[in-house]
């Protein structure tokens, strides 16, 4: 099988002929369909996470060559000899975050919690979808994406996931107006779909970039401010009634930490959820978090539960899908550049043709 692999971080990615895996015990060979180039393949291609200035947090390549690519829809082509609750030919989105399934967390629910040295990630660990076929380990790792289209569906699995755990993390109820959110890229639009259908959430998006932020307002938050605009405190004081209640983050960089930190006024008890990995440090101004009771979290992906209660309203067409844009699996590379370089409105997946 084609896979397009990273042989040495930061370099080109190679196109090469692979062995097709083939199937034992409870696996199953999906055939990739397409797969959603997440913001944490330019991190996983390049090697590190940016911790400031200098500082890096390297993300070894745990193989000699990885086909990244863990946002996987395909259609089931070959099981191993146990698996007996599938058909051949069904389509379906692959939970990625595979743990050892022995420690502590993942046998509380949690193998995303799992240790970096233990894991079997599919796209980060093990061959992903940037190859034609991939292998998942489990059927319990499949979920039916309904009438979602082949190119989003994919995209729940990682960007979908992240944003719904992480709303379910910001201490949010039905209908509040006092949510902001740091972010009109994949994730950010995911998780406004998100929040709509869940939490019946309007909220406040901001961005960097007017075309993203349009998009935003299309896709029907309440407000969209830039993130450069010299009243935006005030903005969103005006807006919120004194204060953000909720502030999520996909973003995750010094300048959106020190922006977030200053939104929710002097309004006790709020909420600030760290998402994204664009990175950087910080100085924190520690009575303030006292003194206003605020939480500040952070948030990893999500676990195999959340994944089936995001899927349940994914399946049951409760989330208005956002537009993906199709790309052959060969041109990955510009793919990744482009992504990097923040050339992407939107979603994007690639797809092979098989
Ligand atoms: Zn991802
Ligand atoms: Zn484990």
Not at 31 to 48: L, P, W
Not at 211 to 236: P, Q, R, T, W, Y
């Amino acid at each position: 099988m084609k896979a397009y692999q990273v042989v040495e971080n930061g370099k080109p990615l190679k196109e090469r002929e692979i062995e097709k895996p083939v199937p034992k015990g409870n696996q199953v060979l999906l055939k990739t369909i397409a797969c959603g180039v997440c913001h944490s393949d330019v991190h996983i291609h390049e090697g590190y996470f940016s911790l400031g200035e200098e500082a890096k947090l390297p993300v070894p390549l745990m193989t000699d060559a990885l086909a990244m690519g863990h946002e996987v829809y395909g259609e089931v082509v070959e099981v191993g000899e146990s698996v007996k609750d599938i058909n051949i030919g069904k389509k379906y989105v692959a939970y990625p975050w595979i743990g050892c399934g022995e420690c502590p967390v993942c046998k509380d629910d949690k193998e995303h919690y799992c240790s970096p040295l233990s894991t079997k990630n599919i796209g980060i660990n093990v061959d992903g979808g940037y190859a034609e076929y991939v292998l998942v380990p489990d059927t319990k790792y499949l979920f039916d994406a309904g009438d979602a289209p082949d190119e989003v569906a994919g995209s729940y699995a990682c960007r979908g996931l992240t944003a719904y755990s992480a709303l379910k993390k910001a201490n949010l109820k039905k209908g509040q107006k006092s949510v902001v959110i740091i972010s009109a890229g994949g994730l950010g639009l995911l998780a406004l779909k998100i929040i709509q259908a869940a939490y019946e959430i309007n909220p406040i998006v901001i961005d960097i970039d007017d075309e993203k932020l349009k998009l935003a307002k299309d896709a029907g938050a309440a407000e969209v401010i830039n993130s450069n605009d010299e009243n935006i405190i005030e903005k969103i004081n005006q807006l919120t009634d004194g204060g953000a209640t909720s502030v999520i983050d996909f973003v995750g960089a010094s300048a959106t930490f020190d922006l977030a930190s200053g939104m929710f006024g002097m309004k006790r008890g709020g909420t600030y959820v760290i998402v994204g990995l664009i990175g950087g440090q910080t100085n924190l101004q520690l009575p303030m978090t006292t003194l206003t009771a605020r939480t500040i979290r952070g948030v990893y992906v999500g676990s195999l539960k959340e994944m089936g209660e995001l899927m349940q309203l994914v399946k049951d067409g409760k989330i208005e899908h956002v537009d993906v844009e199709k790309r052959p699996a060969s041109t990955a590379n510009e793919t990744l550049n482009d992504l990097k370089n923040g050339k992407i409105n939107g979603l994007v997946c690639l797809t092979h043709d098989h």
